[in-house]
């Protein structure tokens, strides 16, 4: 939430400090309970019933509290809203997408909200690489659902969900393990367009830290020995 967030919708800013902690613990039990419902599809019982009740809970107070933020946002800011907060507004629809909500709490990290180039650097590189395994993992749990009971499915475990997921994400394309479903094609599509985002990510810092290290060799290297002789 920026500063301008704050200003101008102070109601808004109120409800989110409130929520953010239930949605947080929340954001955790959908991780559990999706996983478990896909890892193990046999369960019954109790148990099951837990499951699905957490999942539909889960969905129904991701969906009102999207909603209940558009509503207390100022007539004027709510379409920017929406376009400023799209895994926010995704999670109403997809519920998977909440889990990402969890990895916010990172940015309450005194030295990752420094603006030095070090905790910049940090920063991205802390958020993209949780980003990076979260993403991957739910691709992989919602094509493993999609593509398991499908005829000729070549992905029918988890195993082979995360081994296509992180060959697909690396641009390898080995070609042994693909979706053939429409859900699982769909899935597919949003894998790659994270993976351009990601590889991207990854050598925008790449670069950026080179180009550091290149920077600082030259002023050491033009600044020379001190004036005294000393080393």
């Known amino acids: 939430m920026t500063v301008a967030d704050v200003a101008a919708s102070p109601a808004r800013a109120r409800w989110e400090r409130v929520t953010a902690t239930p949605l947080v613990v929340l954001g955790v039990l959908f991780i559990v309970a999706y996983s478990v419902v896909i890892l193990m599809p046999a369960t019954s019982g109790p148990l099951w019933s837990t499951l699905v009740v957490t999942l539909v809970a889960a969905w129904a107070v991701f969906i009102v509290d999207v909603l209940v933020r558009i509503v207390l946002t100022p007539t004027g800011g709510r379409w920017s809203f929406v376009w400023h907060h799209p895994v926010d507004v995704l999670s109403a629809l997809i519920p998977l997408f909440r889990a990402l909500r969890v990895l916010e709490l990172l940015r309450q990290v005194p030295y990752l909200r420094r603006r030095t ?115």
Do not use: K, Q
């Open 117 to 231: 180039g070090a905790a910049v650097r940090t920063n991205i590189i802390v958020f993209a690489l949780s980003y990076s395994i979260v993403f991957v993992y739910f691709v992989a749990l919602a094509t493993l659902a999609a593509e398991r009971d499908a005829p000729g499915a070549t992905i029918t475990s988890f195993g082979e969900a995360i081994w296509w997921a992180i060959v697909t994400i690396a641009t390898v394309g080995y070609g042994d393990t693909y979706p053939i479903t429409i859900p699982g094609r769909i899935y597919a599509v949003l894998l790659m367009a994270g993976g351009i985002a990601i590889v991207g990510t990854a050598s925008a810092t790449i670069i950026s830290l080179i180009n550091e290290r290149i920077g600082s060799a030259r002023r050491g290297h033009d600044e020379g020995p001190p004036a005294d002789g000393t080393v």
